[in-house]
């Protein structure tokens, strides 16, 4: 199937710092991205979804201007975290699908593990 | 709302024991129904899926049936193995096709040798 990849795998910071997330598409072109989160125990939660070269789409609650995405190319979102704090400590995930993968099928990143001190 | 609801875990079992997984969902219209996979250290991965009622999804040994009578799609395996302990998902997107994914909490699965 697609492969899906994240980098970094996990990250620590500061509060107060910013943190980028990559998440690529490897053997496909990503006409759509989509992050999630997820807490300890609970079910993914998405957060945004983002069309190649278009603004993302925000789920409820969810802060904009705190979760920078862009989709620049076919191959590559990114989710800039700023200004993060602890609550902000998470397991994020992404997916992507598009051209030559699959029947319109999400396929997933292994996440990304981010810690705020 | 849609939502979806299945078993906590974690699910312990030996080897060549069966598998029940139970999911059940709430959901307008008439959604699509998803059990994803996820081994360690990886991405989650689509098992099988369903997208309308009395449909099975099945693959590797997995089955699920969507009944819509019920809201259940409950994942069932006949003879697990140890490479099956995963967490499992249980999902759905409210129409048919692949749009938002609405997740279950997932369910970890140890199977002992």
């Known amino acids: 199937g697609a492969v899906v990849s994240q980098h970094p795998s996990w990250v620590i910071c500061k509060s107060g710092t910013s943190v980028k997330i990559e998440c690529r598409s490897l053997?496909?072109?990503?006409?759509?991205m989509f992050w999630y989160r997820q807490f300890p125990k609970q079910s993914l939660m998405l957060m945004a979804t983002?069309?190649?070269?278009?603004?993302?789409t925000y789920e409820q609650g969810v802060e904009k201007d705190k979760f920078l995405i862009n989709h620049a190319s076919l191959t590559l979102s990114t989710l800039t975290v700023t200004s993060a704090h602890p609550e902000d400590s998470s397991f994020y995930i992404c997916?992507?699908?598009?051209w030559g993968a699959g029947n319109n099928e999400q396929f997933f990143g292994p996440g990304t593990r981010l810690t705020v001190l | 709302g849609n939502s979806v609801t299945q078993m906590e875990g974690p699910v312990t079992l030996s080897e060549e024991a069966f598998l029940t997984i139970n999911c059940t969902y709430t959901?307008?219209?008439?959604?699509?129904l998803f059990w994803y996979v996820q081994y360690p250290g990886e991405g989650l991965q689509l098992l099988l899926k369903?997208?309308?009622?009395?449909d099975k999804g099945s693959n590797k040994g997995f089955e699920a049936t969507y009944r819509k009578e019920t809201t259940s799609f409950h994942l069932e395996k006949g003879s697990v193995q140890v490479s099956d302990s995963a967490v499992y998902f249980c999902?759905?997107?409210?129409?048919?096709?692949?749009?938002?994914?609405?997740f279950g909490t997932g369910t970890r699965l140890l199977v002992s040798p």
């Open positions: 997916s992507a699908r598009g």
């Open positions: 959901a307008t219209g008439y959604p699509s």
């Open positions: 369903a997208t309308k009622a009395d």
């Open positions: 999902a759905l997107t409210p129409t048919r096709g692949f749009q938002k994914l609405v």
């Open positions: 053997d496909f072109q990503a006409t759509t």
């Open positions: 983002s069309n190649e070269g278009s603004k993302a």
